[in-house]
C-alpha cells in the first residue's frame, strides 16, 4: 500500500512538472497577439534583436513566471491556513491581510503617497498594508488568550471587514472614478503589470515558504489531527501556530502586494491536490505548489485571450473555474479534508 501511494506521488508530481513546462512554453505565444510556438522557442533560446524577442522574453516571460509563481505561493499559503485553522473552507485570506493590502493599495492609487518609489509605490503600499494587517491580526489573536483556530477565524473575518471597508471609504472620499476603476481592476487581480524586476522577491518567499512548511510537515501532519494529539506527538503547537501564522501571512502579502487579490486559488488547489494523494504534507505540498502554479498561469492566459484586446481581471476567471471544481469536490462523499468533521 506505501509502495503504491508512493508510485502514485511521484507519477502525479511528474506529470504536474511536464503539464507546468509545456503551459509556461505555450503561455508565451498567446496574448493580445498570437505568436507561433516555433517562433516563441526560438526567441527562447536565442536573444535576437526584433519585435518577437521584445514581446516573448521582456513582456510574457515575466508575467508567465509571475503567475506561476504567485499561483504556486497561494496555493502553498491556502494548505499551510487550512491546517492552522483545521477548516477546509480555509483560504489565505482569512488571514485579514489581502483587505490590509488593498488599504495600502487603495492609498497609494486615491492619494499618490510613496510616489516617490515610482512604479514601486504601488508594490510597496500592498506590501506595507498587508503586514500591517497581519501583525495587527496575530497581535489581536495573542492578546485575547493565543494564536487558535477559531480566534484566528474571528479575528481575521472582522479585521478583513474594517480594512476593506477603509478601502472603500478611500475610494468614496476621492471622488475620482479612474482611480475608483484602478482600484477594482487591483483587487480583482492582475498580472499586466509584471516585470523582471518584480519576479525575484516572490519568487524567493515561495521558495522559502515551500522550504519551511516542507521542513515541519511532520508538524503540519500531527497539527490537523488537534492539539491535544500533536502535544501528545511533541509538536510545540503554540508556537507551530504562531509561526506558521507568520509564514503563511508574510507570504501571503508579498504576492497580494504583486498581483492583487486573487481567489479560489488557495481554496480549491489544496484540495484537488489532497484528492490526488492524500494529506501527508510531505506529498503534499510539492503537488500543491505545482497544481497552484499551473492553474493559474492557465487562469491568466485565459484572461489575457478572452476579451482580446483588453483584459479580463483574474479573479472573474478563478471564480468560474474554482467555484464549479469546488462543488464537485464537495460533492465527493469520499473525499475529506484531514482533521476536518465528515
Not at 508574510?250 to 481554496?267: I, R
Not at 479573479?315 to 464549479?324: D, E, K, M, R
Request: with cysteine.
Amino acid at each position: 500500500m506505501f509502495e503504491r501511494r508512493a508510485v502514485r506521488s511521484a507519477t502525479v508530481t511528474a506529470a504536474l512538472a511536464v503539464l507546468l513546462a509545456v503551459a509556461l512554453v505555450g503561455s508565451l505565444a498567446f496574448g493580445a497577439e498570437v505568436l507561433p510556438v516555433a517562433k516563441v522557442v526560438d526567441a527562447v533560446l536565442h536573444d535576437r534583436p526584433g519585435p518577437v524577442s521584445t514581446i516573448v522574453r521582456d513582456l510574457r516571460m515575466p508575467r508567465s513566471l509571475l503567475a506561476a509563481i504567485v499561483g504556486a505561493g497561494l496555493a502553498l499559503a491556502g494548505a499551510g491556513v487550512q491546517t492552522l485553522v483545521r477548516n477546509p473552507l480555509a483560504d489565505p485570506y482569512l488571514l485579514g491581510v489581502s483587505s490590509g493590502a488593498s488599504v495600502g493599495a487603495t492609498a497609494v492609487i486615491t492619494t499618490g503617497v510613496l510616489g516617490a518609489l515610482g512604479t514601486w509605490a504601488l508594490f510597496t503600499g500592498a506590501l506595507l498594508g498587508a503586514l500591517a494587517a497581519g501583525a495587527l491580526v496575530g497581535a489581536i489573536a495573542v492578546a485575547q488568550g493565543g494564536i487558535t483556530p477559531i480566534r484566528l477565524i474571528l479575528t481575521g473575518t472582522v479585521l478583513g471587514s474594517a480594512f476593506s471597508a477603509t478601502a472603500s471609504y478611500l475610494v468614496f472620499r476621492s471622488g475620482d472614478p479612474a482611480a475608483a476603476q484602478s482600484v477594482l481592476f487591483w483587487l480583482l487581480g492582475s498580472l499586466s503589470g509584471a516585470q523582471w524586476d518584480r519576479v525575484a522577491v516572490p519568487a524567493v518567499t515561495v521558495a522559502l515558504l515551500l522550504v519551511l512548511l516542507g521542513a515541519f510537515s511532520g508538524w503540519l501532519d500531527a497539527l490537523t489531527a488537534g492539539p491535544d494529539t500533536a502535544a501528545a506527538l511533541g509538536v510545540p503547537v503554540t508556537a507551530a501556530r504562531a509561526a506558521l501564522f507568520t509564514v503563511c501571512a508574510v507570504a501571503v502579502g508579498v504576492l497580494v502586494a504583486v498581483s492583487g487579490a486573487v481567489g479560489f486559488v488557495g481554496l480549491v488547489v489544496p484540495h484537488l491536490a489532497r484528492l490526488l494523494v492524500g494529506s501527508r504534507h510531505r506529498v503534499l505540498l510539492p503537488v500543491t505548489a505545482l497544481g497552484g502554479a499551473l492553474f493559474l498561469l492557465v487562469v491568466d492566459v485565459t484572461a489575457r485571450i478572452a476579451v482580446r484586446p483588453t483584459e479580463m481581471p483574474l479573479s472573474v476567471v478563478t471564480g468560474l473555474i474554482g467555484a464549479p471544481v469546488f462543488l464537485i469536490l464537495m460533492g465527493r462523499r469520499r473525499y475529506r479534508t484531514a482533521g476536518s468533521p465528515a
